[in-house]
């Protein structure tokens, strides 16, 4: 009797075993089909346009962005912002501003470079003047600011301001922008624009992007470039050389090719970029 037992539970624990076994098998086999059928058929992924940008000579080219998106209070606003890099040419960096609801913070995208101290000044400033401006209470949102650009040598400036301040309106306010308008200028508390440099260098680069109105800050529709030349003088038995600067004033739109238009205040320029 015992060894009836004994033999009943050895068949047993065989059954229990070579199931095991079969359902490893099995799930191995499960596995494998579904990854030959994924590899067969991968799941297409929707790509952002933003993200597959080629950078141009003058930055961003005019390929297009997706520049608005909302959703349940959520807003995100992308607008091209001319720049100047390390060499002094007109590039172009695109500006993402996102608002959610939330606790008022402020956020800015560690890492990148081109949030130093005067960015991140303007930032504060902007958002202020975005706050009287729509009546909104910014400690309901949390903003995050996002720069990109086509290198990490872009000079750092408060000339990013004024577009810093658009896009906060119009993120707050659910608005999508004119994308065929940029503008440059500097942001003071009350809303007005500042004056800033490099403004044919930078209509330049908001002609290659492919806009046709560039926003400027009152009196720099025409800008000074400084042209060099050598000029050489015979003393006794030498010769001496020295590079002369000479100022030379230029119509921004007649040199650019590009629409320019001086504003004073963000309020002024809301009426361009919001149609």
Avoid at 179 to 201: F, Q
Avoid at 224 to 233: A, G, Q
Wanted: hydrophobic share 40%; proline share 3%; net charge negative.
């Amino acid at each position: 009797m015992v060894m009836e037992e004994e033999q009943n539970s050895k068949r047993s624990f065989r059954f229990i075993v070579v199931s095991l076994l079969v359902i490893a098998i099995m799930f191995s086999f499960l596995n494998l089909a579904v990854r030959i059928i994924s590899y067969e058929n991968p799941v297409e992924e929707k790509e952002d346009s933003y993200q597959n940008l080629e950078f141009s000579e003058y930055g961003l080219g005019n390929k297009e962005i997706d520049g608005f998106f909302s959703l349940n209070g959520s807003t995100r606003i992308k607008m091209y912002l001319p720049a100047v890099d390390a060499e002094g040419n007109g590039t172009n960096t695109i500006l993402t501003v996102e608002v959610t609801p939330g606790s008022g913070r402020t956020l800015t995208d560690i890492d990148n470079l081109l949030f130093w101290a005067d960015t991140q000044h303007s930032i504060r400033i902007a958002r202020r003047v975005a706050e009287n401006m729509t009546g909104k209470k910014v400690e309901r949102y949390d903003i995050v600011y996002t720069i990109e650009a086509p290198n990490a040598s872009l000079i750092g400036g408060p000339s990013a301001g004024a577009a810093l301040a658009i896009a906060t309106i119009a993120a707050l306010e659910g608005r999508e922008l004119n994308d065929k308008v940029m503008i440059t200028g500097g942001i003071n508390h009350d809303g007005t624009i500042s004056p800033v440099s490099a403004i044919l260098e930078k209509a330049q680069a908001a002609k290659k992007t492919g806009a046709t109105l560039f926003l400027v800050p009152l009196l720099q529709s025409r800008d000074v470039v400084y042209e060099e030349s050598e000029h050489c003088e015979v003393f006794g038995s030498s010769e001496i050389c020295t590079t002369e600067t000479r100022p030379k004033k230029v119509d921004v739109a007649k040199e650019t090719g590009i629409e320019v238009v001086e504003v004073e205040t963000v309020e002024d320029a809301m009426g361009y970029f919001f149609e």
